[in-house]
């Protein structure tokens, strides 16, 4: 007979797994297919997240959106799932704010950059709610006497929890690694001529690489609970 637990597991994993394989497809597929309106290829030295979801100057823009999408929302209902076989009190806030993360992230892809406002918004809500949601797992394994995932998820969360701290930081101040002398993340589309390395577009995919990193070893964590 399988436990409850084990079929919340499951589920978890496997809502997990395709709301990662979602994102991921779509930020390949998208990449692949970009092409802007000067005949720029993409790369992740100096094209944002927001250019490469941008109607009418990227070709994938629709790709990357609906990966956002659709593996957001997957990734929504993991965190619920993972909130019912939660260990620990610590590990509830940690869930709440990850699901919140993804909400901003499906609202990206919902809203691209031709939305400027609300996708704004939706990525600096991104960027505060994964910065929440990592530094409260670590409260978790600090305080807490079991472990959720595999030990090896803290070292994931810590340096996720430092790539979006450095990015908010940069957010608030002018240290001149902008151009046209405008502080880290106030624009999300380079004006022309655009640089070879674009430290805002770069910190960007970093922090978003080790977030989905980080998640990925706590989705994983729960098919192996179910091998035990």
Request: proline letters at 3%; one cysteine or more; charged letters at 10%.
């Amino acid at each position: 007979m399988i436990s409850r637990q084990q079929k919340l597991s499951k589920l978890a994993f496997r809502f997990g797994m395709l709301g990662l394989l979602g994102l991921v497809l779509g930020v390949v597929a998208a990449t692949l297919s970009f092409s802007d309106v000067d005949g720029h290829k993409f790369s992740f030295l100096n094209f944002s997240v927001s250019e490469l979801g941008h109607y009418g100057h990227s070709q994938g823009a629709v790709l990357l959106n609906g990966g956002l999408f659709f593996g957001s929302l997957s990734l929504v209902l993991f965190c619920l799932f993972a909130m019912q076989i939660s260990d620990s009190p610590w590990l509830l806030p940690c869930f709440v704010l990850l699901g919140a993360s993804f909400l901003s992230l499906a609202v990206v892809g919902l809203f691209p950059i031709n939305v400027y406002h609300l996708h704004n918004k939706a990525m600096h809500c991104f960027y505060y709610f994964g910065f929440s949601s990592s530094l409260m797992y670590l409260f978790y394994i600090a305080f807490a006497k079991r472990r959720f995932a595999a030990l090896g998820s803290v070292f994931w969360a810590f340096i996720t929890w430092l790539s979006f701290t450095l990015s908010l930081l940069l957010a608030h101040l002018d240290i001149g690694i902008a151009v046209n002398g405008k502080p880290f993340y106030q624009e999300m589309v380079m004006a022309q001529p655009r640089p070879e390395l674009w430290w805002p577009a770069l910190i960007e995919w970093v922090s978003l690489g080790l977030f989905m990193i980080w998640v990925f070893s706590l989705v994983w964590s729960q098919r192996e609970s179910q091998v035990e």
